[in-house]
């Protein structure tokens, strides 16, 4: 069974930073990109900042220059980090792994870990 557990969620004042981990384990192969995910009170889910097993990436624009994601291939762990938070960052993250081949196209969630931007 696959499991994503991610860690490093909190609570953090304006212009603070963050970083959070995501873990993969279980009978995942064929790894086509690892990403963050996030979701306000009341909104859509919306894509945060992707890396593909190529190494690119992508973002969303409202945290272009504020995160960046990289990852440990070796571990299977994403990482996000995240400087210069806004309160409008404040969300559920969600870790997202998407395993595909030309035969089959799986996506695995984390359970999600609150960050709160606050003074």
């Known amino acids: 069974q696959v499991q994503l557990v991610e860690s490093g969620g909190g609570l953090v004042q304006p212009g603070g930073s963050l970083r959070l981990s995501c873990a993969a384990s279980g009978s995942i192969f064929n790894i086509y990109a690892m990403g963050w995910y996030r979701q306000a009170p009341g909104k859509q889910r919306e894509l945060v900042a992707i890396?593909?097993?190529?190494?690119?990436?992508n973002y969303a624009d409202s945290v272009k220059g504020r995160f960046t994601v990289s990852r440990d291939n070796a571990k299977n762990t994403v990482y996000l980090q995240m400087n210069s938070l806004k309160p409008e960052d404040t969300a559920v993250y969600y870790c997202?792994?998407?395993?595909?081949?030309?035969?089959?196209?799986?996506?695995?969630w984390g359970q999600g870990t609150q960050v709160t931007v606050s003074s």
């Open positions: 997202n792994v998407r395993e595909a081949t030309i035969k089959y196209d799986n996506s695995y």
């Open positions: 890396i593909s097993s190529g190494g690119s990436t």
